[in-house]
């Protein structure tokens, strides 16, 4: 299943009752506050078992830019 997808997938089940498209942005309109994408990141650990890195959550601001950054993560990592 290609990242995408899958993040798609899992902001969609756990986290809001909207259609998520990839420029969804996580706080502005799907409604994430900290704790939430502190979540929702935990939940992206499992799903793609890898750890990731603490970083600045701002500049990942989209679901295209999350995707991305975990794409980037597990190549480090596999």
Do not use: W
């Amino acid at each position: 299943m290609m990242i995408k997808t899958l993040v798609l997938a899992v902001l969609e089940q756990k986290y809001t009752k909207n259609k998520v498209h990839t420029q969804s942005r996580l706080v502005e309109d799907l409604g994430l506050d900290s704790l939430k994408i502190m979540q929702l990141l935990s939940d992206l650990e499992d799903s793609f078992d890898l750890s990731l890195p603490d970083v600045d959550f701002q500049s990942i601001s989209t679901v295209e830019k999350l995707s991305l950054f975990i794409e980037k993560e597990s190549s480090v990592c596999a």
